[in-house]
C-alpha cells in the first residue's frame, strides 16, 4: 500500500497511497536529532490512523502544524510509540501560530496512547473533542493545548500532570476539574471561561500547589470548591452582572476594546435581555463572536440585524466575511453582493468577493473584483497583492 518518494539530500520522506479510500493522501515525515516526526498532511480521510513507522524507523512524535486547519478530519488514532506532539509552530503568512491538530474545526474524537509524554502548546485548539483522556506518563498540559474546544465537556487528567499551562482548557465547557494528586501548578487563565464549571477537586494528598491569578475566571464554582482553592491562596472572584442596559452596553464595548471578547459576548448578552427591541445592536455581539472564532453565532446575529434592517450595509459585509471564514463561499458571494447594491463606493465588499471567487478558482471574476477595489482605494498593499495573485493564476492557466 505504500508508495515512498525519498528526496536525495532533504531529511524527510513523503509518502502516498498511505489509504486505500483515498490514494492522494500525502503525509509529510522528517527526521531530527530525536527521531522521526510526522511534519504535514494533505488529505481528506475523516477517521486517520496515524503509521507508527515509516521504512522500519520508529515515529516518536507529530510537528507543530501538522495537520492544521483540515476540516475533513472527525477522529485521531496516535498509535502506541508516539511520544510528543510537540508545540505549536508560526505561521508565516498570517503570523498566528498553528498547532498539531489546531482549527481541525471537525475533530471530534482523539485516541492519544499510554506513550505519550507530552502535549504542545495549542495542540487541539478550536477543535470539536468532546472529551480527552490525558495519558499517565504526561506531566505538562502546554498553554492551550485545548484552548476554545466548545464541545470539551469532559477531560480525565493523568496521574502524572504536574503542570496545567495559561488557557490550557480557556473556553472549555467542563463541569468539573478533578486534578491529579501530582498537580503542582496551574497556570493564569487555564480554566478560565469555562462558563459550566462548578467543581474543581484537588486530594488531600495536595500540600504544595501554585494558582496563577484568574486560573479560574468566570468559571461559576461552587461554594465548595472556591473554599478549597483558597486553601493553596487562590481568590475568586466572579464578575457582576450589569444591573442596568447601559452598564451591560458600556462594559462590552470596553471588553472589545481590551480583546476580552467572551466577556464582551456575555454582557452584550444581558444587554439584550434587558433591551430585547434594541436589534441594530446585534451587529456589535456579532462581531464579537466573529472575533471569537465563532461564526455561527456571528452570522445569526447579523441575519438578525438584517432581518429588521435590510440595508444595513455593514451587516452584509460581516456577514459575508463571517461565511467566508467558514469555507461557505457562495453564501459569502451572495452577501458581499447585497452589500455592493447598497454601497457601490466602498473597496470592502469588492475585496470580500473577490477572494471568495479567488477561493472557489474563479479568477477572472476574482480580477474584476480587486481591480474595482483598487479602483476604489489604489494605496492599498493587501489589494495590490491579492490582485497581482489572481493574475497570475489568470495566466497560469
Known sequence: MWRKIITP???????????????????????????????????????????????????????????????????????????????????????????????????????????????????????????????????????????????????????????????????????????????????????????????VKIPASVKNLTIEEDAFRDCPLNSASVKLLAK??????????????????????????????ERAIADYTTFFKLEPKATLLYLDRGNAYYQNEEYDKAIEDYSTVLKNDPNVYSAYTNRGNANFMKRDYDKAIADFSEAIKLRSDETGAYFGRGSSFYMKGDYDKAVENFTQAQKLDPGNAAIRQRLEDAQRQQRAR
Open 9 to 199: 539530500g532533504v531529511f524527510f520522506i513523503i509518502a502516498m497511497g498511505l489509504f486505500a479510500q483515498d490514494p492522494t493522501v500525502t503525509m509529510r515525515f522528517e527526521q531530527d536529532e530525536t527521531g522521526v516526526w510526522i511534519s504535514g498532511y494533505v488529505g481528506e480521510v475523516p477517521l486517520l490512523k496515524l503509521p507508527s513507522d515509516i521504512e522500519g524507523y520508529p515515529i516518536i512524535g507529530i510537528y507543530g502544524g501538522a495537520f492544521f486547519d483540515n476540516w475533513a478530519l472527525t477522529s485521531v488514532e496516535i498509535p502506541r510509540g508516539m511520544m510528543y506532539i510537540a508545540n505549536a509552530v508560526q505561521n508565516n503568512g498570517t503570523g498566528g501560530y498553528m498547532g498539531a491538530f489546531g482549527s481541525c474545526v471537525n475533530l471530534a474524537s482523539v485516541s492519544m496512547p499510554s506513550t505519550l509524554l507530552h502535549i504542545g502548546v495549542l495542540a487541539f485548539s478550536r477543535t470539536a473533542l468532546k472529551s480527552a483522556v490525558i495519558p499517565d506518563l504526561v506531566k505538562n498540559i502546554s498553554a492551550g493545548a485545548f484552548y476554545k474546544c466548545k464541545s470539551l465537556a469532559s477531560v480525565k487528567l493523568g496521574k502524572s500532570v504536574e503542570y496545567i499551562g495559561n488557557n490550557a482548557f480557556d473556553g472549555c465547557p467542563l463541569k468539573e476539574a478533578s486534578l491529579p494528586a501530582s498537580i503542582k501548578h496551574i497556570d493564569a487563565e487555564a480554566f478560565a471561561n469555562c462558563r459550566s464549571l462548578t467543581t
Open 232 to 261: 493553596y491562596g487562590y481568590t475568586h472572584t466572579v464578575l457582576e452582572t450589569p444591573k442596568t442596559a447601559q452598564d451591560a452596553f458600556n462594559r462590552a464595548y470596553r471588553f472589545m476594546e481590551q480583546g476580552d471578547y
